[in-house]
């Protein structure tokens, strides 16, 4: 069974500081990849993709890595701003159907102006 | 083009009651799934539904029902509803096919007491 785990549960960092986010996932059989954004109350946000096949993409101050073999992946925000406190959710793909994610539990940021 | 659209965005229920949610996906897409998100926990995934029809399901009870119509627009209905089964229900949409890019819509706030 698939588990999803993302460290830290909460970070709360001041403007401009430059952050990473931790993902680790059991089972390294996965199709893809992708990062979420969710503001309070709200839906999710699809931030990043990464196909199985890549190590990572990169979207203005966003980057993320995937490693299968160790079953991690990082996201890297740079020059963090208030705009982007939210929840930052880590799913992956169980196959190609699309859209059946197993989620992790989030890690919750905090940019301080 | 509106994204994907959700309703109603609140409401209480009393235990054994039953609920009927409903989303309308993002113009075009012809994939639709369903997450439940307990508060403070990443979304779980219910089902997924193309072509009118089940394709996948996750670890949720046979309480747990849908529906696809020919537009694409979907149901999701929960039977004797419990405590456990309050929590954001999460709609999202795509082309079929994994990689391409998934929204959701802001979610209904389930309540049940």
């Known amino acids: 069974k698939q588990e999803v785990t993302q460290i830290p549960a909460a970070l709360s960092v001041p403007e401009g500081e430059n952050l990473v986010l931790n993902c680790s996932f059991t089972?390294?059989?996965?199709?893809?990849l992708q990062w979420f954004r969710q503001d309070p109350g709200k839906g999710l946000t699809s931030l990043l993709l990464?196909?199985?096949?890549?190590r990572e993409q990169t979207s203005g101050r966003l980057n993320a890595s995937l490693d299968k073999s160790s079953g991690r992946s990082t996201l890297y925000i740079a020059a963090s701003q208030p705009g982007d406190s939210a929840t930052y959710l880590c799913?992956?793909?169980?196959?190609?159907?699309?859209?059946?994610?197993?989620f992790g539990p989030g890690t919750r940021l905090s940019v301080l102006p | 083009d509106a994204g994907v659209t959700q309703s109603p965005t609140h409401l209480i229920k009393t235990r054994g009651q039953q609920v009927t949610l409903r989303c309308s996906p993002k113009?075009?897409?012809?994939?639709v799934s369903w997450y439940q998100q307990a508060l403070g926990q990443g979304p779980q995934f219910i089902f997924q539904?193309?072509?009118?029809?089940?394709?996948q399901r996750g670890n949720f009870p046979d309480r747990f029902s849908g529906h696809q119509f020919p537009n694409y627009s979907s149901e999701l209905n929960v039977n004797a509803l419990l405590l456990g089964d309050s929590a954001l229900y999460l709609c999202?949409?795509?082309?079929?096919?994994?990689?391409?890019?998934?929204?959701f819509g802001e979610g209904s706030w389930l309540t049940v007491v």
């Open positions: 999202a949409s795509s082309f079929d096919y994994s990689g391409n890019t998934i929204y």
């Open positions: 089972d390294s059989a996965i199709y893809n």
């Open positions: 990464i196909q199985s096949s890549q």
């Open positions: 799913a992956v793909e169980r196959d190609n159907y699309g859209q059946n994610f197993v």
């Open positions: 113009s075009g897409h012809d994939t």
């Open positions: 539904y193309y072509e009118e029809e089940e394709r």
